[in-house]
């Protein structure tokens, strides 16, 4: 979209620009929301036109030398990465691009021209410069050599990546990285931020003491760190930490920036950025800290299209459990014991249990209990987390019995069954999904995940479909399942362990070679 002359100095560029992929089906749904946010930008400018109001002061110059830069860029790759593990198993299992990686290289070897420089890196390096970082012109002999250094730093950042999905926990970062490594936020904000806000309007102040309030701590769990970049982001959005700054069409600004100006996915804004704005605000408001604030403004998602069942047919189910029924640790591997038990067993266990793989791969020998003979395993909070916060026992199919599992955890040592046990602190759930994003690429990498399937969690959908088709009761179903109850009867009276261990022997036998 075009944008007026008169506006082009207020807005920064002759033409506003969003791609919307290579699927013209979703570029269509997503046009309209584009156009939307383009005539917000627009709208935006020409009213400050009009009235006169300043804009948004940029940052002020702070320039950093090129390998800072890089070494920035480099530590923010990794901090993405880290953020994008803990939301979602999808990210892990995705495949690495070789075409992307061989232009990345082309760009750190110099041969590449400065049309490709633009395509793969622009972004980053205007980022940069409104940051206030460098001022180098595009094309220039500078600009490119900063194309460069930032290439070498997501080249570098791949390869910590790759490590994380060995489940290597200690990485070794390269020196220049180490040696160059400012503190430009905490220059920005020292530059920008005006004088402290008292406890009852700032933002920051707020989001602490909410966060407090609902973690019980000073708030250095994951969640609060996660939800701390979106806070910051608004902050410096409204230039602002007062939070008498806040108005819904104020909001609905910043939600425009994130999704067109810093191509954040509606999804993400929404469940994470918003989310984190408004529960701080209900909270504040809640207790008296401020006036309440309707916070109405959201992000349109588009609906995911189905062409198929989320979870396996019986086929394709026995194919994924066949392959696994077949896996030998090989003689000679780095792989530990932990990965190869979970290659083996955590397929079939998702089978026959319908639990989430974190689940399955937080497993603790001492979770593996008998009771009046039957074998069972029991899910619980203690060896990690779930999703209800409470217990659930599951009884073990006679085709786990009969394979070897209850002789496989009896030769296994103490602790957890599927991921290795570290010397000093160890996150159990981290781990736990380490070792399910290695069993998923591993199944993947087979060619047996069929498109729209999740690799294990597939199992979880598949296991409410053949309960059904084998008769089990739905309540059963879902007490096994750790699903909630669908009416206030369900929560009276408890499913047995003799009663569960009936239903799951519902379930037949896999037909294996």
């Not at 075009?2 to 560029?13: F, T």
């Not at 999808?90 to 082309?106: A, M, V, W």
């Not at 979106?230 to 939600?255: C, H, M, Y």
């Not at 014991?337 to 998702?350: D, E, F, H």
């Amino acid at each position: 979209m075009g944008v007026p002359k008169e506006l082009r100095d207020l807005i920064g560029k002759r033409e506003l620009i969003k791609a919307l992929g290579g699927d013209r089906q979703v570029a269509l749904r997503a046009l309209p929301e584009v156009i939307a946010g383009f005539n917000r930008q627009i709208d935006d400018a020409r009213e400050r036109l009009q009235t006169g109001s300043p804009a948004r002061q940029p940052p002020a110059f702070c320039p950093l030398t090129i390998e800072e830069i890089a070494a920035r860029h480099y530590r923010e790759q990794l901090e993405l990465d880290e953020e994008f593990r803990d939301l979602s198993s999808e990210y892990s299992n995705s495949l690495i691009d070789d075409q992307h990686i061989n232009k990345i290289k082309e760009i750190a070897s110099a041969k590449a021209n400065n049309d490709l420089i633009s395509n793969l890196l622009g972004n980053a390096i205007e980022r940069y410069r409104t940051h206030g970082f460098h001022d180098f012109p595009a094309g220039s002999p500078s600009w490119r050599r900063l194309a460069r250094f930032i290439a070498h730093a997501e080249l570098e950042a791949l390869h910590r990546t790759c490590e994380r999905d060995e489940a290597k926990l200690e990485i070794t970062h390269p020196q220049w990285a180490l040696d160059h490594l400012p503190n430009p936020t905490k220059q920005f904000q020292e530059q920008t931020t005006s004088e402290k806000q008292p406890e009852e309007t700032s933002i920051r102040a707020l989001f602490k003491l909410c966060r407090k309030a609902k973690t019980g701590s000073d708030g250095d769990g994951r969640t609060t760190e996660a939800y701390t970049r979106p806070i910051e982001s608004l902050i410096e959005f409204l230039g602002s930490d007062n939070v008498t700054a806040i108005t819904n069409r104020k909001i609905s600004k910043w939600l425009s920036h994130l999704q067109f100006e810093q191509g954040l996915a509606p999804k993400t804004i929404n469940s994470r950025y918003l989310s984190a704005v408004k529960s701080t605000l209900k909270w504040a408001g809640n207790h008296g800290y401020i006036d309440p604030i309707a916070i109405t403004a959201s992000v349109t998602v588009p609906k995911k299209r189905l062409n198929r069942e989320k979870g396996y047919n019986a086929d394709e189910a026995a194919k994924v459990l066949q392959f696994a029924f077949n896996y030998q640790r090989p003689k000679e591997t780095r792989e530990s014991i932990q990965l190869s038990a979970a290659k083996r067993w955590a397929p079939w266990l998702a089978h026959f249990t319908g639990a989430r793989i974190g689940e399955i791969t937080q497993l603790r020998k001492q979770d593996i209990l008998q009771k009046d003979g039957i074998p069972y395993l029991r899910i619980t909070p203690d060896a990690g987390t779930t999703k209800t916060g409470h217990y659930r026992d599951v009884p073990l199919h006679r085709q786990l019995i009969d394979q070897g599992f209850l002789k496989f955890v009896e030769d296994t040592e103490q602790g957890p069954l599927f991921y290795p046990k570290r010397e000093g602190k160890q996150d159990p759930v981290k781990s736990a999904e380490t070792i399910s994003n290695r069993v998923a690429k591993w199944i993947k990498g087979a060619g047996l995940v069929p498109a729209e399937v999740a690799p294990l969690h597939g199992f979880r959908h598949a296991f409410k479909t053949n309960a059904r088709i084998h008769g089990l009761s739905d309540r059963i179903a879902d007490a096994i399942q750790g699903h909630a109850g669908r009416t206030a009867g369900d929560d009276y009276g408890d499913v047995t362990i003799a009663v569960r261990k009936r239903e799951i022997d519902k379930l037949p036998d896999v037909s294996i070679a």
